[in-house]
């Protein structure tokens, strides 16, 4: 009788646990005055689910964690070296190399913001409103890059190079007496990280620096994301 007390005991106590990671989990989406989210997609937009979208974001944020550093070897074939603008041909220039260590694709609940004029209700009914949203996403870099060092992250990234790309649709919002309703957009964008060096014409290490970058995708016309149909009693901040 006592071990199956203990047993149910460790039982609860496990379920109970799980619960709370689950809670932790999803505490920092605040979700409470989105309508709608739409996903851009090769077939234009596809209206999702808050809980797909949570858990669609949670996988791209636990795999960009996971740590891939390995050793910066000079005797990859796809590291390729860069030289410094005015090269001549000299054979004492220094030059630049990149090693990336992961690439994916990641949301950037970071770059989320308002694309649209945010529109008020001043009916005493229910009204549904056409919004038009736009905005553009530029490429982003996690530290700040010379000339060369963006050259030799370029030349050797696995993924695709897109300097920007934009986003424009009209939404249909239904929004209620006195309430404001606005569009905000997340850009979902691939990303290589890696380190990029410059060496002497000796090959001796001069630099080097932990790198990230980002690079929007296109899908069906648009930038790639989410895009969150949003209301509230409150105007929200530009």
């Keep these: 009788m006592i071990k199956r007390l203990v ?8 379920v109970l646990s799980m619960c709370v990671v689950a809670l932790a989990k999803t505490d920092d989406y605040d979700l409470s005055n989105t309508k709608k989210i739409y996903m851009v ?8 689910s808050k809980e797909k979208y949570i ?9 960009f964690g996971i740590d891939s550093r390995s050793d910066f070897s000079d005797k990859q074939s796809k590291n ?45 009914n229910k009204t549904e409103f056409s919004i038009k949203a736009s905005t553009t996403v530029s490429y982003d870099v996690s530290t700040n890059l010379s000339s060369e060092e963006l050259v030799a992250v370029r030349a050797n990234m696995s993924i695709g190079w897109s300097k920007s790309k934009s ?4 939404h249909k919002l239904t929004i209620n007496p006195g309430e404001y309703g606005w569009v905000e957009f997340e850009p979902i964008m691939a990303y290589s990280k890696g380190i990029v060096k410059r060496f002497s014409w000796l090959g001796k290490e001069k630099s080097s620096k932990d790198v990230t970058i980002y690079t929007p995708i296109e899908k069906n ?3 790639w994301g989410y895009v969150h149909l949003m209301t509230d009693t409150k105007k929200p901040t530009e």
Excluded: H
């Design 55 to 63: 858990k669609q974001t949670q996988e791209m944020e636990r795999q």
């Design 167 to 170: 986003y424009e649709e009209w």
């Design 7 to 14: 047993l149910v005991t460790f039982v609860l106590a496990t």
């Design 80 to 124: 390729l070296s860069v030289q410094p603008r005015g090269y001549d041909g000299g054979l004492t220039d220094d030059y630049y190399k990149y090693k990336e260590e992961k690439s994916g694709q990641k949301a950037r609940r970071d770059l989320r913001e308002i694309i649209s004029n945010i529109q008020k209700n001043n009916t005493s």
């Design 221 to 223: 016309g648009d930038c």
């Design 41 to 48: 997609t090769d077939d234009g937009l596809v209206e999702i």
